[in-house]
T-cell receptor, first 114, second 112 residues
Framework: DAGVIQSPRHEVTEMGQEVTLRCKPISGHDYLFWYRQTMMRGLELLIYFNNNVPIDDSGMPEDRFSAKMPNASFSTLKIQPSEPRDSAVYFC????????????FGPGTRLTVL | RKEVEQDPGPFNVPEGATVAFNCTYS??????FFWYRQDCRKEPKLLMS???SGNEDGRFTAQLNRASQYISLLIRDSKLSDSATYLCVVNFQENRDDKIIFGKGTRLHILP
């Protein structure tokens, strides 16, 4: 299995632009998580899905952030418009049995907003 | 009080030594606990789950103290390859949703 796949690996954009991050979970995993990691705040859960349905989005910082999972093999995290404070590493992870099992992380997308 | 707290370190430890660090949590209803390892500029990877009775995996021992609300990780006979950041994870339910809280991590440097 290729593991969790994320794209792009690096993204540099200018303030105000739309950014779309992509994730392909491990086949057969029914939970998908989006995290953001910064030095100041550590690793924060933004949103997670179970069977493609968003379960808890309380970690999404504001309306500029949105996430979708149109099918079991694909999810997107969109930031519109982007701001410099959104600069971070964004990880996608997948698992079976939600929070009570091992989460497998993708390599992350390093986002820089200028 | 923060939900999950870890000493950020760094812990600078000579090779072969034993090192231990703790992670405290504030929600007494927390249900599951894990230790993840994160290498520099890499993704976190599961190191071990933490069970109520304590558990051991080779040189690594994890323990849970519910009364004092902390988990611990002990590394014996430390290797250079153990240098990494160790993240604790605490899970609990809130309004029927699973909450997953990562600590900010403890940096460990094993010195040759």
């Amino acid at each position: 299995d290729a593991g969790v796949i994320q794209s792009p690996r690096h993204e540099v954009t200018e303030m105000g632009q739309e950014v779309t991050l992509r994730c392909k979970p491990i086949s057969g995993h029914d939970y998908l998580f989006w995290y953001r990691q910064t030095m100041m705040r550590g690793l924060e859960l933004l949103i997670y899905f179970n069977n493609n349905v968003p379960i808890d989005d309380s970690g999404m910082p504001e309306d500029r952030f949105s996430a979708k999972m149109p099918n079991a093999s694909f999810s997107t995290l969109k930031i519109q418009p982007s701001e410099p404070r959104d600069s971070a590493v964004y990880f996608c992870a997948s698992s079976t049995s939600g929070a009570y099992n091992e989460q497998f992380f993708g390599p992350g997308t390093r986002l820089t907003v200028l | 009080r923060k939900e999950v707290e870890q000493d950020p370190g760094p812990f600078n430890v000579p090779e072969g030594a034993t090192v231990a660090f703790n992670c405290t949590y504030s929600n007494s209803a927390s249900q599951s606990f894990f230790w993840y390892r994160q290498d520099c500029r890499k993704e976190p990877k599961l190191l071990m789950s933490v069970y109520s009775s304590g558990n051991e995996d080779g040189r690594f021992t994890a323990q849970l103290n519910r009364a004092s609300q902390y988990i611990s990780l002990l590394i014996r006979d430390s290797k250079l390859s153990d240098s990494a950041t160790y993240l604790c994870v605490v899970n609990f339910q809130e309004n029927r949703d699973d909450k997953i809280i990562f600590g900010k991590g403890t940096r460990l440097h094993i010195l040759p």
